[in-house]
């Protein structure tokens, strides 16, 4: 976690990118030829109104829909140039590469240690002591490690919810992924332990490129480097976050920060 | 419309109970449910009670040589006197071992869970994960029917397809080219036995598991399975590793009920299992008896028996299957207790 300023502000090239991305649920086009770039160590936020497409986008970037009965993904995503949906790309390996942070905090029924070396030993490793480093790393990463340090074998079940969400942030640190992608993070969570994410968010970029879905724009002000807006399946307007607030180009998205979709 | 919002309005404020009314029926439920569950300890333990007193006549005359002995020999029954032990008569020459039916009922059920256990699990998962969504519902039907045939249909096949065909087809085979494994070889007999009953049994208590495991897989969100999946995991170890220990205490549950039913069998395993009398199997192929099973095949004779022992004696047989099931259960729930605490989960 030791990265000057001067180090994270350097980084200009394209992550993760998608091109002409197409995404059916059945006969539903619920995402339209949506065309985004992200920049390596930068947060992504996606904004819009509630059921316009942003979970739906957010997991075609680690091939989850693959998961989904019926969804079914056009186009292509990009990670360092490679697509991801190309034939002979193993989704195992994309989403070991691209980890994922859901709505709800959802930790294994398992101890806290089990649950961030989770990755780690599905991937083959059983020794101990390297487990153990990892987890620290990991819980360190996610701000979580001086809560927790004497606690490793109890229940990840007995943390707060705010705990168990940074607990599954670090379980997906603790993989080593390149591009965290998170969908509304904070949205259960109460204010403090929501502030106590964002700020991590603010950390985690250094390392790693984020997308993160939020239906704050508030939160999108803070924590994010640029933002996507999306409406009705449509990818309407990317803009440096402080650009896309204060001088939108697209009406929609006036209208839309403005408060008139609710 | 208007009358409707007063009504609900009405029945709103009169139902509104106060700090009071709530304590009291509070108290009342929670008195309620400990009744309830007193209740089903009560029954429990009177029918345990009923049948010691009536097998203790059983239990003195038979001494612990019940539990080591395997002969069981209810006398000669037109001889005359009796013979006494401990205050309590039987026919002359009666020995009651019931090591061969014990033996027979763990290893029956034993072999049945080992067999049935695995299958049951991927079955389940698959039902869930992997069969196509259109024929999920003809799937889950035959899984119900298989569940809800009765017994005695179960043994009757076993004894008009599946023994023939053992004695036939499975056993020489088996024996001509797996015959040097322990248990594997030797002699085959009729193709009633052993293997016959696991067989069986196994049919029997497989759609049970497969519907439990099912069922508190679907009553889990999906959430543990995305979890899995999305740090990297291929979909057999998102459903191993993380959706079974998460719903572990269920299929543990399911895994007694099981056992519960495959050791308690008694129609179709007395149907398939060759009744053996007073000698232990020597191979997969052997007859075997099991608790449940002798109860019935001894019951006609042992009514015969002038002094009654015999007929105690089956109460004592009774009575050690109730045990075990009993003790197996504390066990389960034990283990079940010790590895939730161990990991924090609430219990079940
Ligand atoms: N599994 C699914 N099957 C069918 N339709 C879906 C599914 N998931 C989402 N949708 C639909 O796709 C649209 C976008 O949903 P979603 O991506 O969840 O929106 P958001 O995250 O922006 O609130 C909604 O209309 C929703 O009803
Ligand atoms: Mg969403």
Redesign the pocket.
Known sequence: MIVTPQESAISTATKIETKNLEIF??K?H??KNANLAVGENSVMALI????????????ALNRMHDL????RVEGQVLLDGTNIYASGIDPVTVRHRIGMVFQRPNPFPKTIFENVVYGPKIHGLHNRKKLLEICERSLRGAALWDEVKDRLDRSALDLSGGQQQRLCIARCLAVDPEVILM??PASALDPIATSKIEDLIDELKKLYTVVI?T?SMQQAARISDFTAF?LM?ELIETAPTKSIFTTPRDKRTEDYITGRYG | MATLEMSAGGVAKATSPSALQRKISQTLLRALTGVAALFSFAIIFIMLFFLLVYAYPAIRFNGWGFFTSPIWNIGNQYGSGVATRNGFSGAPGAEFGALVFIFGSVLSALLTMLVSVPLALMVGLALVYRIPRQLRPIANALVELMAGIPSVVYGLWGLVVLVPWISNALAPWVTSHLGFIPFLGGPTGSGTGLIASVFILSLMVIPIMVATTRDVILAQSNAIFEASMALGSTSWQAMTRAVLPSVRSGIVASIMLAFGRAIGETMAVLMVCGSAINAFPSNIFSPVNTIAAVIVSQLESALTDATGMAQRSLAELACTLFIITLLINVIARAMMRGADRREGRGHA
Do not use: M, N, Q
Request: charged letters at 15%.
């Open positions: 649920y059945g539903f619920a995402i819009g109104p509630s059921g316009c497409g942003k979970s739906t986008f957010l997991r989904t009965p019926g969804a969908d509304e879905v239906h999306f399946g």
